[in-house]
Each structure stands twice: as structure tokens, then as C-alpha cells.
């Protein structure tokens, strides 16, 4: 069965400060991994795509790495701001399959 | 204003009652998706439709219903509304299911309560 799995579930941290976020997937055979950000009481917006052939990916202060071998996908953001506050959500699809598999999401707050 | 639009925002509703929850994208996209979102459980696909005219089951299909008249509507209805189907609902368009490259961009949510 596919899966996606993140962590943290959830996150404090302190502003102008870094963080991490970890993806672990099995989704087989893999296509692209998004990952996306989700304000509170708003839609998800897509961040960035990673596809087979791609190890690291920027988006502004979001940067986005994928190991295919191990399937481990992370989202570091750097210098955080307050608007960086929201949910996380990595998302895989698979190759030939309609329907993408969806993490649980990690929940950051931003404090100042 | 380019996107997608649901309505209502939120709704409560009496266990039993019918209830469609409408979701309008002008994308002229092929694909659009209904998921209910629960704390702690994350997104979960309700049904999908490839393009006009077809549609298909997701993840946690029970209790739910779709129709796909036209490229631009995707109603969701709920046909005897219980408890357990208090959510946030969220309706998502792409250009296609196929390869998967292509973004999916999703509605600002319904928050229904069936009491």
C-alpha cells in the first residue's frame, strides 16, 4: 500500500530561525513528490515539485530535497517568518495512478 | 477571477438532510477532485473526475455522490448527511490525472457540521 509519511506532526520554532521537515514515502513506481503549504482555514498551494531526476529544488527561502533511493524527501526553510506559519503537506503520485497519496501533513508555528 | 470557487463556506446541517456542496473552476481544467480534510487524518480523496462526463471513486467514497455535467461544475452531494461526514471539504482541479507533473490547485473549503 502506498504511503506518506511526515514528521514532525508538529513544530514551534522561533522566528529568523531554520527548520526541517522529513517525507518518507513508498509509493511505487514513483513520479513526483509536491509539497504544500496550507494556511489556516485556506486551500493548499503548491511550493514545489520534485521529479526522479531532481535532488534539491529552491522556492524563495523553501528548499526541497528528494532521495529517491532512500525515498526521503525534505523541506528546509530558512530564516522563518511568521507567514511561514501553516501546514505542510507532502504529497506523492505514482506513476500511472490517478489518485496522488497525501501525508498528514506537519503543522508549523512561527513565534515571534 | 481566475480559480475555484465553493460554496458555501460552511454549513450545518441536519443528520439526514440532502446536500449538495458546489465547486465552479474556470481553469478549463480536465481533472477536479473532492477531499475531505480531517484533524489528524490529512486529506483524503472522496471521488474524481478525469474530464467532462466521467467520474470515479476515490479513497472514502461512502455517503457521497458526483456529477461531472460540464468541464467547469463538480457538485459533491451528500444524499442522507450523517455525523461522521462533519468535515472540511475541499474541491481541486489540474490540467490532467495523467503524468501527474501538473498542479493541482484547490478551493478555499466547505466547513460542513451534520448534527
Known amino acids: 500500500k502506498n504511503q506518506v509519511e511526515q514528521s514532525p506532526q508538529s513544530l514551534i520554532i522561533l522566528e529568523g530561525k531554520n527548520c526541517t521537515l522529513q517525507?518518507?514515502?513508498?509509493?511505487?513506481?514513483?513520479?513526483?513528490l509536491r509539497w504544500y503549504k496550507q494556511d489556516t482555514g485556506r486551500g493548499p498551494v503548491s511550493l514545489t515539485i520534485?521529479?526522479?531526476?531532481?535532488n534539491t529544488k529552491s522556492n524563495g527561502r523553501y528548499t526541497a530535497t528528494l532521495d529517491a533511493d532512500t525515498k526521503q524527501s525534505s523541506l528546509h526553510i530558512t530564516a522563518s517568518q511568521l507567514s511561514d506559519s501553516a501546514s505542510y503537506i507532502c504529497?506523492?503520485?505514482?506513476?500511472?495512478?490517478?489518485?496522488?497519496?497525501f501525508g498528514r501533513g506537519t503543522s508549523l508555528i512561527v513565534h515571534p | 477571477i481566475a480559480g475555484i470557487t465553493q460554496a458555501p463556506t460552511s454549513q450545518i446541517l441536519a443528520a439526514g438532510r440532502r446536500m449538495t456542496l458546489r465547486c465552479t473552476q474556470d481553469?478549463?481544467?480536465?481533472?477536479m477532485y473532492w477531499y475531505r480534510q480531517d484533524l489528524g487524518l490529512g486529506l483524503r480523496l472522496i471521488h474524481y473526475?478525469?474530464?467532462?462526463?466521467?467520474?470515479g471513486k476515490g479513497e472514502v467514497p461512502d455517503g457521497y455522490s458526483v456529477s461531472r455535467a460540464n468541464t467547469d461544475d463538480f457538485p459533491l452531494t451528500l444524499a442522507s448527511a450523517v455525523p461522521s461526514q462533519t468535515s472540511v471539504y475541499f474541491c481541486?482541479?489540474?490540467?490532467?490525472?495523467?503524468?501527474?507533473?501538473?498542479?493541482?490547485?484547490f478551493g478555499q473549503g466547505t466547513r460542513l457540521t451534520v448534527v
Open positions: 481541486a482541479s489540474s490540467e490532467s490525472t495523467g503524468q501527474g507533473l501538473t498542479e493541482a490547485f
Open positions: 473526475s478525469n474530464t467532462a462526463g466521467t467520474t
Open positions: 517525507c518518507n514515502y513508498t509509493v511505487s513506481p514513483f513520479s513526483n
Open positions: 520534485m521529479t526522479f531526476s531532481e
Open positions: 504529497v506523492v503520485r505514482s506513476g500511472g495512478s490517478y489518485i496522488p497519496t
Open positions: 481553469m478549463r481544467h480536465n481533472a
